[in-house]
């Protein structure tokens, strides 16, 4: 069966710092990752997602995720932050027939 | 209206009450789903629904009853609902039939429930 973990139900940074969202999955078969974003008040829109093609995936608003085969993780990513990426962020993987998704994690971006 | 709209975007409602909760997907999907998402708890996968035929049904209390009259349109008939239901209902839908393992699902804004 499929599942991730979201490590660090809540994350910290000040505006400027790096972004890291940790995920970690397991999986029987080769997995297809996720990662989707909720802002306040939002459903979830999709940041990027992985599907064998390369392991380093570029998504939307400048944030990326690494395919580590090795270490089942697929960390989400951005060299710096803004004011705007405060949100809750969700790592999920492909099951059977259905999303399985994180519990989330929480990101703060302080100025 | 574009993408995935969800109305009313809150509700609440007593025990005892009936209420529908209501999406529509203006992107030409062929699968549609319906979500809770209660606090620290991973997102819940309630009725999953192929060309408006249902493929799943999470072990759902039968208190909470999905009509798809059509693919674009998506309903969730509330009654006799307890206060642990209380939570953010999400509509998505996708391209593909639900279980294509890459496709993407495009998420609504929510219904806000909170039962009384």
């Known amino acids: 069966a499929q599942s991730v973990t979201q490590l660090g139900s809540h994350v910290s940074v000040s505006e400027g710092a790096l972004v890291l969202l940790r995920c970690n999955y397991s999986?029987?078969?080769?997995?297809?990752l996720f990662w989707y974003v909720q802002y306040p008040n939002q459903g979830l829109q999709l940041l990027l997602k992985?599907?064998?093609?390369?392991?380093l995936v570029k998504g939307i608003n400048g944030f990326e995720a690494e395919f580590k085969k090795s270490e089942t993780s697929f960390h989400l990513t951005k060299p710096s932050a803004h004011m705007s990426d405060a949100a809750e962020y969700f790592c999920?993987?492909?099951?059977?027939?259905?999303?399985?998704f994180g519990t989330g994690t929480r990101l703060q971006v302080f100025p | 209206e574009t993408g995935v709209t969800q109305t009313p975007r809150h509700l609440v409602m007593g025990m005892t009450n009936k209420k529908s909760l209501k999406c529509e997907q203006h992107l030409g999907h062929n699968a549609m789903y319906w979500y809770k998402q209660s606090a620290k708890k991973p997102l819940e996968l309630m009725f999953v629904?192929?060309?408006?035929?249902?493929?799943e049904n999470n072990s759902v209390p039968s208190r909470f009853s999905p009509e798809c009259p059509n693919s674009s349109h998506l309903f969730l008939h509330l009654h006799t609902l307890q206060p642990e239901d209380s939570a953010l209902y999400l509509c998505?839908?996708?391209?593909?039939?639900?279980?294509?393992?890459?496709?993407?699902?495009?998420f609504g804004p929510g219904t806000r429930l909170t039962v009384l």
């Open positions: 992985y599907t064998s093609a390369a392991t």
């Open positions: 999920a993987v492909s099951g059977t027939d259905k999303l399985i």
């Open positions: 629904y192929n060309f408006k035929e249902q493929t």
């Open positions: 999986s029987s078969v080769p997995p297809y």
């Open positions: 998505a839908s996708s391209q593909e039939l639900a279980g294509a393992p890459t496709d993407t699902q495009y």
